[in-house]
């Protein structure tokens, strides 16, 4: 859907364990974006990679890290996950025109 | 770095009103300026967007204006429908470079038939 998906859509996960989710796109662009979203705090940015092997940090960056060895392909990393990161997750593209963002369907993802 | 404000934080209105939703910016470098609606349990999606050259732009229902001078814009639904509930983003970034916008908290809309 729209050339951006994400997996897994759900996954619980015990606190200190490492957690990946992924984001595949088909759209060959060059820009990704991870976002969490939570009550109260609209979209924030996690992580953004410009090209393969190409990231930085965004707003909310500690504990999670991220990899591009594909275009297709960007990877979200909690090394050690906490409570503080029970969120959903959103990658998203930009759009193939203008300006705006596609997004992924989303990762639910709860650290108990 | 940029702030976008977006109030109210829910707004409650009845089947066939309108509904206004404004966001306030800081950085006069921001150009580009979208809103995004989401369902419940879905993914954010763009309804609209205006750059800076254009005061206002319209889409069927929905308009958005835009006051570069006070550095705030606004979304306008006119004759809401249930279907309109959701939560809705505002954003302001520059159109170019690493696109990343700055996400207003959202504004929840709720429409009672």
């Known amino acids: 859907d729209a050339g951006i998906t994400q997996s897994p859509r759900h996954k619980v996960t015990e606190t200190g364990t490492p957690v990946t989710l992924r984001c595949h796109q088909t759209?060959?662009?060059?820009?990704m974006y991870w976002y969490r979203q939570d009550p109260g705090h609209g979209l924030r940015l996690i992580h953004y990679?410009?090209?393969?092997?190409?990231?930085d940090k965004g707003e909310v960056s500690d504990g999670y890290s991220v990899s591009r060895s594909k275009t297709e392909d960007f990877l979200l990393t909690l090394e050690s996950a906490t409570s503080s990161q029970t969120s959903v997750y959103f990658c998203?593209?930009?759009?193939?025109?203008?300006?705006?963002?596609?997004f992924g369907s989303g990762t639910r993802l709860t650290v108990v | 770095g940029e702030n976008v404000e977006q109030h109210p934080s829910t707004l409650s209105v009845q089947e066939g009103d309108s509904a206004v939703i404004k966001c306030t910016y800081s950085?006069?470098?921001?150009?580009?300026f979208p809103w995004y609606k989401q369902e419940l349990g879905k993914r954010p999606q763009l309804i609209i967007d205006?750059?800076?050259?254009?005061g206002e732009k319209k889409d069927q229902r929905i308009a958005v204006t835009l006051n570069k001078t006070a550095k705030h814009f606004s979304l306008h639904i006119t004759e809401t429908q249930p279907e309109d509930s959701a939560v809705y983003f505002c954003a302001a970034s520059e159109a170019g470079g690493s696109y990343i916008p700055t996400f207003g908290r959202g504004t929840s809309l709720i429409v009672h038939p």
């Open positions: 205006i750059r800076s050259n254009v």
């Open positions: 950085d006069s470098a921001s150009n580009y």
């Open positions: 759209e060959n662009h060059r820009y």
């Open positions: 990679s410009y090209g393969v092997k190409d990231t």
């Open positions: 998203a593209i930009k759009l193939q025109t203008g300006f705006g963002y596609t």
